[in-house]
């Protein structure tokens, strides 16, 4: 009896290739541990991940710095950022260093400074509309954040020619924000927090994880992929992301987070 579960759970296994090799992981990236584990110190908003991270503590910490080490990224580079729109850039740089459930949408890059970047993560509706809202009145000179800087003086500013404009200019809606500011990074998702569909940005840790539960969806759903009309879910067109070619993730990639 126990032979043959055993037996059966190999035949699982091996029916499930790579399904695994989503779940639980790091990015190979700029400071990504090799494997997530706990991180008692972890810093600030990055705290809700201590459990099991991706980042050191000092990461966590330098992803609340003004002007981090982590890419030398200046969140300053058309005046100062208002505090309730920077904790969002502060969430996003926890979510992308910390999160060690982004395994379905990681991509190879051959960039000069990471490996691997995400692509077309889902994120929760409210995570997004509330990052736009907050942001509305902060002002930038580019919608595409992860390329095109002028890094003449070591941190980036804005290219000759461009404007200083509000966000709701350069992002006209909430999805032009999330998906636009890191080249594809986040998608849009219409699914809401709570939904085990979406990742979100925000959790209260007291709860456990809720992305470690979005991310074995999606890694089923890459292995068995819907039939089409198969479950009416509004986003079941968001598995899996497209491989292939993307604008920007080889050259003049110098920095910035996701
Ligand atoms: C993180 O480590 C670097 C290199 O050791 C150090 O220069 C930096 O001050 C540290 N950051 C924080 C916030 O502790």
């Given at each position: 009896m126990a032979l043959a579960v055993t037996v059966a759970l190999a035949l699982l296994a091996a029916l499930a290739p790579g399904q695994d090799a989503l779940l639980n992981v790091c990015l190979d990236a700029k400071h990504h541990k090799r494997e997530p584990g706990p991180e008692g110190r972890l810093y600030g908003q990055c705290s809700?991940?201590?459990?099991?991270?991706?980042?050191?503590a000092n990461t966590s910490a330098e992803a609340h710095r003004d002007r981090s080490l982590l890419y030398n990224f200046n969140w300053r580079h058309c005046g100062a950022m208002p505090a309730k729109c920077q904790r969002h850039f502060i969430q996003d740089s926890c979510l992308y260093e910390?999160?060690?459930?982004l395994g379905p949408w990681i991509e190879q890059v051959g960039s000069s400074w990471r490996r691997e970047r995400i692509r077309n993560?889902?994120?929760?509706r409210e995570d997004c509309e509330r990052w736009w809202q907050d942001c509305g009145g902060a002002r930038t000179c580019k919608e595409n954040w992860h390329q095109g800087w002028n890094w003449a003086t070591g941190t980036n500013r804005c290219p000759w020619g461009s404007m200083c404009r509000p966000f709701w200019q350069v992002f006209p809606r909430p999805q032009d924000l999330c998906e636009k500011i890191w080249s594809g990074s986040f998608s849009y998702s219409p699914e809401r927090r709570g939904s085990g569909r979406c990742i979100q940005m925000w959790f209260d840790p007291a709860r456990g994880n809720p992305n470690a539960a979005v991310a074995r969806f999606y890694a089923g759903r890459k292995r068995d992929p819907p039939a089409?009309?198969?479950?009416?879910?509004?986003?079941?067109?968001?598995?899996p992301p497209a491989r292939g070619s993307h604008p920007g993730s080889g050259q003049a990639l110098r920095a910035g987070p996701c």
């Amino acid at each position: 009896m126990a032979l043959a579960v055993t037996v059966a759970l190999a035949l699982l296994a091996a029916l499930a290739p790579g399904q695994d090799a989503l779940l639980n992981v790091c990015l190979d990236a700029k400071h990504h541990k090799r494997e997530p584990g706990p991180e008692g110190r972890l810093y600030g908003q990055c705290s809700p991940w201590k459990d099991n991270a991706c980042c050191t503590a000092n990461t966590s910490a330098e992803a609340h710095r003004d002007r981090s080490l982590l890419y030398n990224f200046n969140w300053r580079h058309c005046g100062a950022m208002p505090a309730k729109c920077q904790r969002h850039f502060i969430q996003d740089s926890c979510l992308y260093e910390c999160s060690p459930n982004l395994g379905p949408w990681i991509e190879q890059v051959g960039s000069s400074w990471r490996r691997e970047r995400i692509r077309n993560v889902p994120l929760c509706r409210e995570d997004c509309e509330r990052w736009w809202q907050d942001c509305g009145g902060a002002r930038t000179c580019k919608e595409n954040w992860h390329q095109g800087w002028n890094w003449a003086t070591g941190t980036n500013r804005c290219p000759w020619g461009s404007m200083c404009r509000p966000f709701w200019q350069v992002f006209p809606r909430p999805q032009d924000l999330c998906e636009k500011i890191w080249s594809g990074s986040f998608s849009y998702s219409p699914e809401r927090r709570g939904s085990g569909r979406c990742i979100q940005m925000w959790f209260d840790p007291a709860r456990g994880n809720p992305n470690a539960a979005v991310a074995r969806f999606y890694a089923g759903r890459k292995r068995d992929p819907p039939a089409r009309g198969e479950d009416g879910a509004p986003g079941s067109n968001t598995a899996p992301p497209a491989r292939g070619s993307h604008p920007g993730s080889g050259q003049a990639l110098r920095a910035g987070p996701c």
